[in-house]
């Protein structure tokens, strides 16, 4: 079982729906990141979050570190929101890295 | 564009050879991480510098060696190149640790 797990692992949805990619993890941890990557590798940093909740422009995250759960929600949902969503974690103990899950493919439909 | 660049974006390599792959860090980043990412699944940890020393490593082999320099720009070497480490390599740099990390565009190494 990986540390980060994502789902949906594929998500496919109309332009103007809201979205909501969900994480959890079974490890403690410092912060946790979400993550943006679009066709050809790059990846951009959304949100990094230790607690509660954060907001920018139509993005919204939030964690519950009891549960070790967070979520990504998408608002009035645009094409050029399609890409792919990657959940990481940075670990309490050792090294400062981060841990991913396997990524969520978005695909918003004009 | 985070200030973060990676080179050379794209590299053709023949099985045993060997390969460096460079990372210039954002002005003022003291700690770089690189990671592999295999098609379609999510990146793993490599290892990290932080000021010029290695901070920790994941599950690669020795033949996977990195250097960081007293400017905290990066090299992640590969000897032996193998048909597995065909991969996106991803450079990521961040102020301290456990600050926000800002990732480069990637070098994507195919190996023949």
């Known amino acids: 079982k990986n540390e980060v797990e994502q789902s949906p692992q594929n998500l496919t949805a109309q332009e103007g729906e809201f979205i909501t990619i969900n994480c959890s993890y079974s490890v403690g941890i410092s912060a946790l990141h979400w993550l943006q990557q679009h066709p050809g590798g790059g990846i951009v940093s959304l949100f990094m979050?230790?607690?509660g909740k954060k907001k920018h422009g139509r993005l919204i995250a939030t964690i519950n570190i009891q549960e070790k759960h967070s979520s990504l929600h998408i608002t009035a949902s645009h094409p050029r929101d399609s890409a792919v969503y990657i959940c990481a974690v940075v670990e309490l103990q050792g090294a400062q890295k981060l841990v991913f899950g396997q990524g969520t493919r978005l695909t918003i439909n004009p | 564009e985070t200030g973060v660049t990676q080179s050379p974006t794209h590299l053709i390599k023949t099985r045993g050879q060997q390969v460096t792959l460079r990372c210039s860090s954002q002005s003022g980043h003291n700690t770089v991480s690189w990671y592999q990412q295999a098609l379609g699944q999510g990146p793993q940890f490599i290892f990290q510098y932080y000021r010029e020393e290695e901070n920790g490593r994941g599950n690669f082999p020795p033949r996977f060696s990195g250097l960081q320099f007293p400017n905290y720009s990066s090299e992640l070497n590969v000897n032996a190149l193998e048909l597995d480490d065909s991969a996106l390599y991803l450079c990521?740099?961040?102020?301290?640790?456990?600050?926000?990390?800002?990732f480069g565009q990637g070098t994507r190494l195919t190996v023949v």
């Open positions: 990521a740099s961040s102020l301290a640790q456990n600050t926000e990390a800002f």
């Open positions: 979050l230790s607690s």
